[in-house]
């Protein structure tokens, strides 16, 4: 069986709270003896995790550039992609699904998988091309979102829409040309909501496939925002209607 490293308190913790049984071990520095440091091992040690005392030198040598803050767990097999289709049969409540459209940079994907839960999203979809993945690098930025946010991907990102809509889930799709903004607009509670890249948005075929779009009201001097901070305006006011 396969191993690989998660890194940093949020995504282990994550790891330790959804999934304990991948957890191999966890490196920790010795030096650090803080209560969340104290939280982590007596956490970790409930669950009899093999916990190794380590030091600073060590873990930047396991993690090359990262910012680990003084814990690495070795987690068994591979990064785990949810099915669409599991996903929407058990859910007991109208779905809230985020689309990325050519989000091609792992730090935005991070970043919006951690807007996702933040707001309670059911799952983050995205095409299997012209996407970031779960890279090492998105699993950090996203804090112990990636171990807990479903990450679907999907061979034809048109199609996946169209299968949402039959299941009848209002896609949204945002367009700085819009007629009608966030804030003006009405929707169905069963939402996906899709994004694309900052400047290019979204692909053609993915914009023609929406049932509706609307805009961000931008009152400065830029045009757009990066699309995780586009995500988090569209998710929080799409959260505050459902409530």
Known sequence: MSSRLIYGFHAVTAKLRHDPAALKEIFVDASRQDTRARDLLAHAELQGIKILASD??????MA???KHQGVIARVEG???LAHLD???DTLEEPAFLLVLDGITDPRNLGACLRVADAVGVHAVIAPKDRAAGLTDVAMKTASGAA???PYVMVTNLARTLRELQEREIWVIGTAGEAERD???AEWPVATAWVLGAEGEGMRRLTRETCDQ???IPMHG????LNVSVAAGVCLYEARRRRA
Do not use: F, I, N, Q
């Open 86 to 88: 599991d996903v929407l």
């Open 221 to 224: 001097s830029v045009e757009s």
């Open 56 to 61: 600073g030198k060590r873990l930047d040598a």
């Open 182 to 184: 966030l804030y003006a």
């Open 147 to 149: 171990e807990t946010v």
């Open 78 to 80: 591979g990064r785990k």
């Open 213 to 215: 779009l609307v805009s």
């Open 64 to 66: 090359p550039g990262a």
